[in-house]
């Protein structure tokens, strides 16, 4: 089993950057391919991005790529989303998520089995 806290949210201008980071603790951490999503109010958890265990595969929603970069570092158990030129479409509570079945596991939230707490990201315009 596989402990997530994201850090790293908070308030910034639309244009603006902000890094996430998901701090993994428990299990061997490169057991797990990771993603990010987000959930925006009244609105379903939406994925944002993925990278399988090794960090060689890696995917984005359309409405990110470009904008938004999925890393980890597994010396440091950790994964980021750093999101630049960000907009008030970004405002949401960000979700770190881990699975150990996939080498690179879908976008769907049923995906995943281990999730953070999350993170505010407000967007202001």
């Known amino acids: 089993q596989v402990q997530l806290v994201e850090s790293g949210g908070g308030l910034v201008q639309a244009g603006g950057s902000l890094r996430l980071s998901c701090a993994a603790s428990g299990r061997t951490f490169t057991s797990y391919a990771m993603g990010w999503f987000r959930q925006a109010p009244g609105k379903e958890r939406e994925f944002v991005a993925r990278i399988s265990r090794r960090g060689g595969l890696i995917a984005y929603v359309d409405s990110v790529e470009g904008r938004f970069t999925i890393s980890r570092d597994n010396a440091k158990n950790t994964v980021y989303l750093e999101m630049n030129s960000m907009k008030p479409e970004d405002t949401a509570v960000y979700y770190c998520?881990?699975?150990?079945?996939?080498?690179?596991?879908?976008?769907?939230?049923?995906?995943?089995?281990?999730w953070g707490q999350g993170t505010q990201v407000t967007v202001s315009s």
């Open positions: 998520a881990a699975d150990s079945t996939r080498t690179l596991p879908g976008p769907s939230v049923e995906d995943y089995q281990y």
